[in-house]
């Protein structure tokens, strides 16, 4: 029976042994991992430390587009605001066209029997005007020229 306890003292040795063992494998397997996740840890830290550089300066350059963006927003508002003067100008300018346009017209419809009779006298005295220089015309004479008694051309009628 001691035999069975030194046996069964060896198995319980070899098994702690085996354990011993086994623990110190998967330590070390551990270890390493660790070791690994550490040096992963390291490159994502000083990626980081690039990423936030990176995002430092975009963040500037968004802040100073930011502002650059409202300076020309301002301009193009003053712009914007003289195109809408201008164009208030331009519709009062119509709206004065329109008045002066239905004034005319108003006053040619309240006028166009004398306008009528205007043309009509116009017309007359055009008529008239068209006889006389053709009486005119048909009532002068052909001029003639005889010598007079120096030897010079008289003309006559």
Do not use: H
């Not at 042994?17 to 550490?38: E, Q, Y």
Request: hydrophobic letters at 40%; charged letters at 20%; proline letters at 1%.
């Amino acid at each position: 029976m001691i035999v069975i306890l030194y046996i069964a003292a060896l198995v319980a040795a070899v098994g702690f042994l085996v354990l011993c063992i086994g623990l110190t494998m998967t330590l070390n397997s551990l270890k390493t991992t660790l070791n690994n996740v550490a040096n992963t840890m390291a490159g994502i830290e000083g990626q980081m430390q690039g990423i936030t550089r990176e995002t430092t300066s975009l963040l500037e350059k968004t802040n100073s587009l930011a502002e650059d963006i409202q300076d020309k927003s301002q301009q193009l508002n003053t712009v914007v605001q003289a195109v809408k003067g201008f164009g208030d100008s331009v519709n009062g300018l119509n709206n004065s066209v329109q008045q002066v346009t239905s004034s005319i017209y108003s006053n040619v419809s309240k006028n166009s029997d004398q306008i009528a009779q205007v043309i009509q006298w116009s017309n007359a005295f055009m008529g008239i005007r068209g006889k006389m220089k053709e009486r005119k015309a048909n009532n002068e004479t052909v001029s003639v020229s005889t010598p007079d008694e120096n030897g010079k051309r008289k003309r006559r009628k």
